[in-house]
């Protein structure tokens, strides 16, 4: 009996430190990538027409959240609303609606885009390319100077603006009127484009704001840091401010002319470079240049960096879905690098990541087939992009619900399952899972100007069956993609 209870316990310990092992790799490859991180961070770039190999404005986004806010694809249709309606923010604070609003498109989380937890395009080719939020990073003088407005606005107020905005330099008009007269409930930074330019915008605190217009031969890196440099305020063509922005930061102490011209993201960010999180932010913001710009050599342990970069070759919608999906790998700051357990770092593309996303916009084409949403739902390291034209008329289901009563529940939840299996082990799956949806990438781009060209035929003589025949592909492409997710798990559950 004595032999048995020794035996026992001797299998007891070994399997605690065997589970603790293994909670421990998994801990610290969540860690590594962010995923228990309570700060819920993004990543954007924004590439201008002169940088792409088509001569398209091309944006490109990650949503970090918690990863469990199931994201969806959702169209919108032209509405006229009668007078003394009105749009409700989350905040109590309500603003007249529009007599009449644009249609749009969206890839959003499921509780809404109220904060801003979405990217969206509407009959224009005018884009909200994605958000990012700054809170962590204004500044104590800032903080001060212009308090947030508790019952301002939120974040869903960008999407307000793209359904009454026909270009991206209205849209930003728009938004930062509205900032103004307001004001917001929390600071965040929002890119803006349409086939001709792009902009880039931030809110300061309560009602300061800045935007910048960004250069078509450049390429404008995002993380959740104020990123708005020197500003030009006679130059209205490329940069827009909110009313007495100058005379507002002096003052307020927040700026001394005597000491420089003034520098927007000085003057109101910047608190988050401490030694705790130093890089947490900017290492981002340089790994997104040196891959597009190596030549640069930046130094990695820069906080700040050039606003305008103009890429070493011209960039296409693949070289974006691997920026998307990068990790440093390949660098000594690689998060998945084995035995690493002293991580400060956070990756581009993390597990807690709910939809990626790059947003094709191309002005020479019919808007409904010019505009593609290359949209992956889930965790990005492990989505699948998939396109989705402005003129198709409906979303397949799994894709426009979030929910789990859709057969086996929203798209969302397959790629999230995939992710949560693949992610422990990712030195040995990830390899094979992302190969694999290269692989159906590739495919997409190269059947897109063949698919293209047959349907700017068709929208000559019947642009509704070429609405029809647009709908079909991305529906089709989209139910093949969630197929294959569905496979894969399977597979590495067999194995």
Known sequence: MEVIKKRFGFILISLTLLLTVIFVSRFN??????????????FLIMAGKGTTSDGSVLLAHNNDLSGKEASLIEKYPQAKYKTGEYVHFPTGLKIPQAGETFEWMV?????????????????????????????????????????????????????????????????????????????????????????????????????????????????????????????????KTNFLSSPDLKRFAIRKGLWNPSEGKFHFARAFGHKKRTKSNMFYNSRRVWRGISLLAPEL????????????????????????????????????????????????????????????????????????????????????????????????????????????????????????????????????????????????????MDMQSKLEKKTLDLFKTDKKMAKIWLTYYSSHLSLKSLEKAKNMLKGLHNK
């Open 29 to 42: 490859i969540l860690r590594a990538c962010g995923q228990n991180d309570e700060r819920l961070e993004c």
């Open 107 to 235: 890839l959003r989380i499921y509780k809404g885009f109220s904060e801003g937890d979405a990217v969206a395009v509407n009959e224009f080719q005018v884009a909200i390319a994605g958000g990012l939020a700054l809170g962590d990073d204004r500044n104590e003088k800032a903080v001060e100077a212009d308090p947030l407005i508790k019952k301002g606005l939120t974040g869903g107020v960008r999407y307000i603006a793209l359904q009454r905005s026909k270009t991206a330099r209205e849209c930003v008009e728009l938004i930062g009127s509205l900032y103004t007269k307001y004001g917001v409930a929390y600071p965040s930074g929002v890119g803006i484009a349409d086939p001709e330019e792009s902009w880039y915008i931030e809110s300061g605190g309560g009602r300061s704001w800045a935007a910048i217009r960004i250069p078509d031969d450049s390429v404008w890196v995002q993380a959740n840091g104020f990123r708005i440099g020197e500003i030009d305020f006679e130059d």
């Open 297 to 444: 050599k930046l130094d990695p342990d820069l906080q700040e960096f050039p606003l305008f970069i103009k890429p070493e070759e011209k960039i296409d919608i693949k070289k974006l879905f691997s920026i998307l999906r990068d990790h440093y790998e390949g660098t000594e700051y690689d998060v998945y690098a084995e035995n690493r357990t002293d991580i400060k770092e956070r990756a581009i593309a993390v597990p807690g990541s709910v939809h990626t996303n790059v947003l094709q916009l191309r002005g020479w084409m019919p808007n409904d087939i010019g505009a593609v949403l290359w949209a992956g739902v889930g965790p990005t390291p492990f989505a699948i992009y998939v396109p989705y034209y402005f003129g198709i008329n409906d979303i397949s289901k799994p894709f426009s619900t979030a929910g789990r009563e859709c057969g086996n529940g929203s798209a969302f939840w397959s790629f999230k399952s995939l992710s949560d299996f693949v992610t422990p082990g990712f030195d040995k799956l990830a390899k094979l899972v992302i190969c694999e949806w290269e692989k159906f990438e590739a495919d997409e």
